[in-house]
């Protein structure tokens, strides 16, 4: 009876994490979704490199100022009801960008896709964080980035399959609405976090769910941490101020500091512009260039599965360093395929298909659900909301100056020597950027050995505590 019960609350715990990673989906499909739709809107609209790179960055403006705003309304309105007006942000955003009129009015509505982004890419781990056990929590929050790679690997396949309908980069668009709907009307019949309830007084209410998924056994022990982080929090009121907390410094040099490497590592770049990575490697056709862009997404989902299995098992600091170690050899190789793209010719093509999946898979595997999972444990519970929104909105700075930088950086480092013809046209060459972004790289390694904690298998509260008692990461 008592391996039925648990079976049942592991069983209801993953559908709530799954409904709230919808949430992580819509950020992969609209993230992803534009890497198709820019090559047919570049020459439906004849758009401009500046304006391919605005329209690209629109939706990282949006993410920024829905990072920057929506750490306040997690604390006051709650995690479900923030989760329920990003999903009502998200349709709007794909009615909008579907049946857009003119240039301008495009990239408002990437705009608020981009506000429901940024809130979403830390409330949904958030949620997810405080409504899963701390024994298979990382597995849990790692949910959400693997939804997040199913959302860009969906937004590629229906990029592909509606490449030759009439005004097919509208369609595109528009198909993100349906997960946004469901992500809406699943949110509905989800609960409150314990934590969120306990912070508003409710603690019988906090019990009551906590049960629905806690063991038994642990459930007193986890509500007296809460209560007594409760206690605390009624005894002090909350600021601005809060975060300039002395022991506050580690965690927030370890929030912004994973975030940093995580977006100028160059996953996104791969992620935006990834097909016209391929047309300047030779795939000259724009249909098959998202198809090959698509193996991208199958490698990015499947090494995310193979991080949720490990993350709980060997540790995120371990995973962290092989994949970054991965990343930074396969971007310096495909920096040297590309500076010398005249002597590798019909080759280049495979050789830069072969070490992108190679790069995507180390980072599925490390950066990319490890640096979601640590915000959502490294912040105290006082100022989680305000604190994860700090490092939300630096990702998205980060994120948008590697977008809008990516074709600059590599027009930058391209010499005449080095210029590559696609389409009969003269283009630049990436080479110096991936270089770029693998010195970035090994600075990543760096960083990880001296400031990246173990958080495998602590509650929330004792990372909280350790903290406090300004202690190494290290020694976490």
Known sequence: MVNKGMKKQKRLVFFIALIAATGGLLFGFDTGVI??????????????????????????????IGAAFSGKLVDSIGRKYTIIIIAILFALGSL????????????LSRVVIGIAVGMASFTVPLYIAEISPARNRGALVSLNQLMITIGILLSYLSDLALVNVSDNWRWMFFVGLFPALVLLIGMLGLPKTPRFLMSKGREKEARETLAKYE?????????????????LLSSQKKSWKDIFNSWMIMPFIIGIGIMFFQQ???????????????????????????????????VNV?????????????????????GLT??????????????????????????????????????????????????SEIFPLKIRGLSMSIATLSHWLFNGIVSYTFLKISAFFT???????SKGEITVNPAGAFWFYAAIGVLGLIFGKYFLPETKGRTLEE??????????????
């Open 326 to 375: 991965g990343m930074i050899i396969s971007l310096t190789l495909l920096g040297y395929f590309f500076y010398e793209h005249q002597m590798f010719e019909e080759h280049l093509k495979i050789l830069v298909v072969v070490f992108t999946l190679s790069f995507v898979a180390f980072f599925a595997i490390s950066l990319g659900p490890i640096a979601w999972l640590i915000i």
């Open 415 to 421: 010499s005449e020597k080095m210029q590559i013809i």
């Open 264 to 298: 100028f590592i160059g996953i996104n770049v791969f992620i935006y512009y990834g097909p016209m990575i391929f047309e300047m490697a030779g795939f000259q056709d724009n249909y098959i260039a998202i198809a090959t862009a698509i193996s991208i997404g199958f």
């Open 215 to 231: 063991d038994a056994a642990v459930i007193d022990e986890v509500m007296l941490k809460m209560k007594i982080d409760m206690d």
């Open 96 to 107: 909008g960008s579907a049946f857009a009129p003119s240039f301008n009015f495009l990239a």
């Open 35 to 64: 890497s198709g739709a820019i090559m047919f809107l570049r020459d439906d609209w004849g758009l401009m490199q500046h304006q391919v790179e605005w329209i690209i960055a629109s939706l990282m403006i949006g993410a920024v």
């Open 302 to 322: 499947f090494f995310t599965f193979v991080a949720m299995a490990y993350i709980d098992r060997i540790g995120r600091k371990k995973l962290y360093n092989i």
């Open 463 to 476: 990372i909280e505590e350790h903290w406090r008692k300004r202690k190494n990461p290290k020694d976490l």
